[in-house]
């Protein structure tokens, strides 16, 4: 990164725009909305797009990416801009997806106006190709903005956790990451599922490198340096993974936290948000092992992996080599994705790597 002022500048400038996207979004969420239950799968349906690899992608998706593009071209203005995000226009572009395209027009503009900073209204096209700024093929040189601008979209719909996240690349290395977690508990999950605990809901998590890591509320309440947990015995461990098993192979996970000697269940939460709680020490470890075949995305890993690491936390593949996020879109990663505290990394590299040679032994299943 260049001179000591830019810091706070991305740093204030990565809040403002989270936050404000944060509002956006919040609007469309599920647990948010209080009404009659079947108005609301109404307009929800109306609202959702399945995408080619079969995900979803909601108005909510798109509008984040909008108003995040919109807002960072604004104020970036040293240098040229580049992002790396999660959507792009070419559905939209579609005969059928008019209605849809509409309807983030709108919501985008009236998000623009009720929040005042900038005088503009943007047309159908401008809101594609806002969409569209997220293009880059990222890489090894120069900086690049990477974007999920929903990040558990199957969590957004189901009322469960997400996350809008931001992250920094500078020459291949991720230099700045926020994380913005609307719904998760802003002191800790362990309160998740409690209900007397009086717990604000929202979090947002921010580092920068070489400065550690942060969580504020959503409404602004001063940051609060962080850190990860300080457990050096698994048995005292959790661990965190994706709720959805068509996202990470539950039987391995299992089978790793077995052989380490964890005795808690898995926490199964969905987006980054995992990454957000492990840096603030609400569990020991994050697992994530795809099924076969699956290509990871830097926009999936670049915020929360900074935030880990600036919280003095450790995130590799399962091989402990370190995520290598200027390989462009992607991430080439061995297997999968772990992270933990430096004290548990090496009796966890030791039980992954048994876990997956037991499991490329074992007979397939018929
Ligand atoms: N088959 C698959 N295996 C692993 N990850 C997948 C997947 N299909 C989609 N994903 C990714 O998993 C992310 C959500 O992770 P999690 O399970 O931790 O909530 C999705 O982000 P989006 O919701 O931004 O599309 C998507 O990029
Ligand atoms: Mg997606
Ligand atoms: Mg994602
Ligand atoms: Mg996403």
């Known amino acids: 990164m260049g001179s000591m002022h830019e810091r706070p500048f991305y740093s204030i400038c990565i809040a403002n725009y989270t936050f404000k996207t944060i509002s956006y979004i919040n609007s469309y969420n599920t647990s948010s909305v209080i009404s009659v239950r079947t108005v609301q799968q109404e307009i929800l349906q109306s609202d959702i797009q399945s995408k080619a690899d079969k995900s979803p992608v909601t108005v909510a998706d798109y509008g984040s990416q909008v108003l995040v593009s919109l807002v960072l ?135 920068t490198i070489g400065c550690g890591a942060e ?52 926490v199964r939460i969905d987006s980054q948000a995992k990454y957000g709680a492990l840096a603030r020490g609400d569990g020991a470890i994050y697992l994530r092992f795809p099924h076969k075949g699956y290509k990871e995305k830097v926009w999936d890993h670049a915020a929360g992996a900074i935030v880990v690491t600036e919280a003095g936390g450790v995130v590799t593949d399962a091989s402990g080599n370190d995520l290598d996020f200027s390989k462009g879109r992607f991430l080439d990663v061995d297997t999968g994705i772990i992270a933990t505290n430096k004290q548990l990394m090496p009796s966890l590299l030791k039980s992954v790597q048994e876990a997956i040679k037991e499991k490329s032994q074992a007979p397939s299943p018929l």
């Not at 300080?230 to 039987?251: L, Q, R």
């Open 73 to 207: 071209n604004m104020e970036v203005t040293s240098g040229s801009f580049s992002m790396v995000a999660e959507e792009d226009s070419e559905d939209l572009r579609k005969d059928s997806a008019e209605e849809i395209l509409e309807h983030i027009t709108d919501l985008v503009n009236e998000t623009l106006a009720e929040d005042g900073s900038y005088n503009i209204t943007l047309s159908k096209e401008g809101i594609l190709s806002a969409i569209d700024t997220g293009k880059s093929e990222g890489g090894p040189s120069g900086r690049h903005w990477v974007l999920d601008p929903i990040d558990g979209t199957k969590g957004f719909l189901r009322g469960g956790q997400y996350a809008i996240a931001l992250a920094l690349l500078d020459e291949g290395k991720v230099v700045l990451g926020v994380l913005g977690c609307p719904n998760l508990p802003l002191t800790s999950i362990s309160n998740l599922n409690g209900s007397s605990s009086g717990d604000q809901t929202g979090a947002l998590f921010s580092a």
């Open 215 to 266: 969580v504020e509320s959503l409404e602004g309440s001063p940051p609060q340096k962080i850190s990860v947990c300080t457990i050096d015995n698994p048995v005292n461990a959790s661990f965190f993974e994706s709720y959805e098993g068509a996202h990470t192979m539950h039987d391995l996970t299992g089978s790793i936290a077995e052989k380490l000697g964890v005795q808690a269940p898995p």
